[in-house]
């Protein structure tokens, strides 16, 4: 499954929800709604933009263990992440 701009934004939507919710003892608001979609939106590209442009850099290497005693060291040249840029 990709990671996805909107699936992003929609998850913070969430996230604002449960912590306005929280903080506030209240539902979210619709006021504004409009205003918050755009600003997720455009957090969520900024964010997935930078992880492609930087995905061979965020892992050099992974070392697997087998649970018991032994472990294998691995380098990572190249990662690819599966992220979608939707409009």
């Keep these: 499954m990709a990671l996805t ?6 998850e913070m939507e969430k996230a604002m929800g449960v912590e306005w919710q929280n903080s506030k003892g ?6 504004g709604k409009d205003d918050r979609r755009m600003l997720f939106l455009s957090i969520s590209r900024g ?12 892992v050099d290497g992974v070392t697997l263990n087998d649970g ?3 472990s294998q060291a691995y380098t990572v040249d ?3 992440l599966n992220i979608t840029i939707d409009e």
Excluded: H, K, R, Y
């Design 5 to 10: 701009v909107s699936g992003l934004a929609d």
């Design 78 to 80: 190249s990662l690819t």
């Design 47 to 58: 964010f997935l933009n930078s992880l492609l442009a930087q995905q061979n850099t965020l």
């Design 26 to 31: 209240t539902t979210l608001p619709e006021a």
């Design 68 to 70: 018991v005693m032994s």
